[in-house]
């Protein structure tokens, strides 16, 4: 038999919760046992969807390990938190997974890989980017030398805005949006809000998987000063690697949602190899290849995903299950790579100059 997986979800702050949480529930090896927030109105709607009994909500994160016993959580703060909780949850020992970004700080980051490393915990930072079949299909199709060696990556995406939409994509009317924008932390500076760093993150971190684990040399980023907003709504970044210039742009405020309609500029990366080039853009069905042997370029059906590659859930579990290492763009080493890029970005923009990349 294989092993079977009790899980937990703690802190509800990021939308992403839910859906990992069906993710959770949909995996035959998998059983939610229990979830957990300070606030229980943000706990219904999954226990509601998950068919959770009222003992099965906590507000107070030991009881609900202690009295569920889990074999893994799925933890979802705010970004400004995501260091706290680690530090509070590695202790027990548990596998964690933790949703993006990876951290709102290099310093963070560091205290994190710190804490796991002490207590030998196993732990994912969960890119949904990932799983999109069109990125997937990129990857391998690098692996396989299609365009040569990366040298370029460029990223452009982003959305409507976090608050558009909830778990399972399920929109939010303008009212309820203009209401909540005040108070999300999302809008707030020392929550770890922004388009920065709610998205920057995805395009250095797959950008790093698709380059081969380069580092670049140097990171230059401006950002949009919103009237009467404490954070960006649009960041352009540029790294300079020893291959030459990557850009990578976050939106919020597309004039549509990636998801239902692909803005312009569409949402997605471009991969510039020596050999040719990949546009990758998210959700589409297809992804295009220039070569020597299609020059005018060609469009390929992406690939058919198949578990454990569908989600990170499946993923987290072949990992447990097969003592496989966590690799790729949730494995803490790359996303210390994208975090560092996100770091130096960050401090370019508040000092307006180009800055080499920090360690």
């Known amino acids: 038999m294989r092993q079977q997986f009790r899980v937990a979800g703690i802190a509800f702050d990021h939308m992403h919760m839910g859906d990992n949480l069906r993710m959770a529930h949909a995996h035959p090896d998998c059983t939610v046992v229990g979830i957990c927030d300070m606030d229980p109105?943000?706990?219904?709607?999954?226990?509601?969807?998950?068919?959770?009994s009222d003992e099965q909500l906590f507000s107070d994160w030991q009881h609900c390990i202690e009295a569920c016993q889990p074999d893994f959580l799925i933890v979802c703060p705010t970004t400004a938190e995501h260091a706290l909780w680690v530090e509070r949850l590695a202790p027990f020992g548990l596998p964690l997974l933790v949703e993006k970004p990876m951290a709102a700080s290099l310093a963070d980051a560091d205290r994190m890989i710190e804490v796991c490393q002490q207590h030998d915990v196993v732990w994912a930072i969960n890119w949904p980017l990932v799983w999109v079949a069109s990125h997937r299909t990129t990857k391998r199709l690098i692996d396989e030398g299609r365009i040569g060696e990366p040298i370029e990556v460029h990223y452009y995406d982003g959305n409507r805005g976090p608050l558009w939409h909830t778990a399972g994509k399920r929109e939010i009317d303008a009212d309820e949006v203009a209401r909540q924008k005040p108070t999300s932390w999302f809008y707030k500076r020392e929550a770890g809000g922004g388009s920065l760093l709610d998205y920057l993150g995805y395009g250095a971190t797959l950008g790093t998987w698709f380059m081969q684990g380069a580092v670049p040399i140097e990171v230059t980023t401006a950002v949009d000063q919103p009237p009467g907003l404490e954070v960006d709504e649009h960041s352009i970044t540029v790294a300079r690697y020893t291959t030459g210039l990557s850009k990578f742009e976050t939106r919020w405020g597309t004039f549509t949602d990636p998801w239902t309609h692909q803005p312009q500029p569409k949402c997605g990366f471009v991969v510039v190899g020596t050999e040719g080039?990949?546009?990758?853009?998210?959700?589409?069905?297809?992804?295009?290849?220039?070569?020597?042997?299609?020059?005018?370029?060609?469009?390929?059906?992406?690939?058919?995903?198949?578990?454990?590659?569908?989600?990170?859930?499946?993923?987290?579990?072949?990992?447990?299950?097969?003592?496989?290492?966590?690799?790729?763009?949730?494995?803490?080493?790359?996303?210390?790579?994208?975090?560092?890029?996100?770091?130096?970005?960050?401090?370019?923009?508040?000092?307006?100059?180009?800055?080499?990349?920090?360690q």
């Open 41 to 52: 109105r943000r706990m219904r709607d999954a226990q509601r969807e998950l068919g959770l």
């Open 277 to 358: 080039t990949i546009s990758s853009y998210d959700y589409e069905p297809t992804v295009r290849v220039q070569d020597k042997a299609n020059p005018a370029g060609v469009d390929i059906a992406v690939d058919e995903l198949e578990p454990p590659y569908q989600n990170p859930i499946q993923y987290l579990v072949h990992c447990l299950q097969t003592a496989s290492p966590i690799e790729g763009p949730l494995s803490p080493a790359m996303s210390r790579i994208g975090q560092q890029i996100v770091d130096t970005a960050v401090q370019s923009a508040q000092q307006k100059r180009t800055l080499p990349l920090v």
